[in-house]
């Protein structure tokens, strides 16, 4: 068994949590709800044993380095922390209507990786041969999947309230029933940036003493550097306004998926579309 049957595995599971999703939305059935969660666990769960079991093969092949290092492996990663933060608010609020908006960037992620990337085990570039490549990259990932399920919920709290404020009676009825309310949507849209906005700031930390290590400069302004700090400014700009100025509801949600937007540009768009120090990422 190799870890590529087991990510191909980890996908099918992903694509029928998010088939069942979506049919518990539409046929209100707490059982489908239940079914789905247990395919996205599974998931999970198999995502887990699959980035292990490839990080045991590149020490078989001679390579010897944690499955982070190039642009397959990161978005597969990606994906196994989007699933880490949904599972997370899943134990604490059993919300289960946020998985039909969060699986799909996992799902997303993972069918792109096995599709359409390399998928190969190479040797590190020596820039990438330093333990900082472990710290960066986990803490970035985690702050990014973070701002992925804040993105998702905001795209729920846009439709709640858009609903809501279309009920004469302001209730919410058909799949609207399944959400939770635009307040709890709102403070769950909060609570994922307050996790995800440290992560980042410590990606961000990590990333510049790795530089000072592989480049001798904490700083080049470097086109991957450049939008990192945009990415930063816009979630500070969100938590800034929320705190001082009481932003809350719609323009929160905007907020959200617009540092989501930035973030993804951040990642990928840089990667595949800009030359810098960091394009090795898009091997």
């Known amino acids: 068994m190799t870890s590529s049957f087991l990510f191909n595995i980890a996908t099918l599971s992903y694509l ?50 944690a499955p982070l290092s190039n642009l397959y492996e990161s978005v597969v990663f990606f994906a196994w922390t989007i699933l880490l933060i949904y ?10 209507a946020i998985g039909a908006f969060v699986l799909p960037f996992a799902l997303l992620g993972m069918a792109w990786a096995q599709l359409g990337l390399n998928s190969g085990i190479e ?11 472990l710290y960066h990259v986990v803490t970035c990932f985690l702050g ?15 439709l709640k309230a858009r609903h809501e404020a279309a009920s004469d009676v302001g209730r919410s009825g ?8 635009a307040k709890v949507l709102d ?12 992560m980042l700031t410590l990606g961000i930390i990590t990333g510049a003493a790795w530089a000072d290590y592989a480049w001798g400069s904490y700083w080049s302004w470097d086109p991957k550097e450049t939008w990192s700090l945009i990415v930063w400014f816009i979630y500070a700009a969100f938590l800034h ?21 930035a973030t993804l540009f951040c990642y990928l768009g840089v990667n595949l579309l800009l030359s810098g120090l960091h394009s090795y990422g898009g091997a």
């Open 16 to 65: 029928a949590a998010m088939v069942l999703f979506f049919v518990f939305l539409a046929a209100r059935a707490r059982t489908v709800g239940q079914a789905a969660n247990w395919a996205a666990w599974t998931g999970f769960l198999v995502q887990t044993a699959a980035i292990g079991l490839r990080w045991r093969e590149s020490y078989v092949l001679g390579h010897g380095h």
């Open 87 to 96: 599972i997370l608010i899943d134990l604490k609020y059993k919300y289960r």
């Open 123 to 133: 040797p590190l570039v020596p820039a990438l041969q330093s333990n900082w490549l």
């Open 144 to 158: 990014y999947a973070a701002f992925a399920v804040a993105c998702g919920v905001s795209i729920m709290y846009l």
């Open 174 to 181: 058909g799949i609207y029933s399944l959400f939770p309310s």
């Open 187 to 198: 403070d769950l849209n909060y609570r994922a940036i307050m996790v995800g906005f440290p």
């Open 241 to 261: 306004a929320r705190i001082t100025r009481g932003w809350v509801g719609k323009r929160a949600a905007i907020l959200s998926i617009v540092g989501f937007v």
